[in-house]
Nanobody, 129 residues
Framework: VQLVESGGGLVQAGGSLRLSCTVSGLTFDDYVIGWVRQAPGKEREGIESYSSNGGNIYYAESVEARSTIASDDAKSTVYPKKNSRIPEDTAEYFC???????????????????????WGQGTQVTVSS
């Protein structure tokens, strides 16, 4: 299983940044694809998840108002985007994949991100004030 993230970098506060994650080595419909971030000195935070089977999308409260997620299921790729970036968004962002059991699996993974079995290498997002 391979998860390849891209799109990280430096963005000014108030700006937008879209990441991408391409997944291979698994059946896309059988998995929840999520994003987990970790800021220095803080715990991992599950922030959003997507399941192509049913089109279920979930967001953490901390980002919901600023987030959208698009996908190209044929390419096994998801594209999360955040608007109105704030300095608190500065973190390493990881694309993750976990088995989809029900339509609510994505919500569970957001609250318990350590349950994801597959992780990408991560991409750094830095928001300047």
């Amino acid at each position: 299983v391979q998860l390849v993230e891209s799109g990280g970098g430096l963005v000014q506060a108030g700006g937008s940044l879209r990441l991408s994650c391409t997944v291979s080595g698994l059946t896309f419909d059988d998995y929840v694809i999520g994003w987990v971030r970790q800021a220095p000195g803080k715990e991992r935070e599950g922030i959003e998840s997507y399941s192509s089977n049913g089109g279920n999308i979930y967001y953490a409260e901390s980002v919901e108002a600023r987030s959208t997620i698009a996908s190209d299921d044929a390419k096994s790729t998801v594209y999360p985007k955040k608007n109105s970036r704030i300095p608190e968004d500065t973190a390493e962002y990881f694309c993750t994949a976990g088995a989809r059991f029900t339509a609510y699996s994505g919500r569970v993974y957001i609250s318990k991100p350590d349950q994801y079995k597959n992780w990408g290498q991560g991409t750094q997002v830095t928001v300047s004030s």
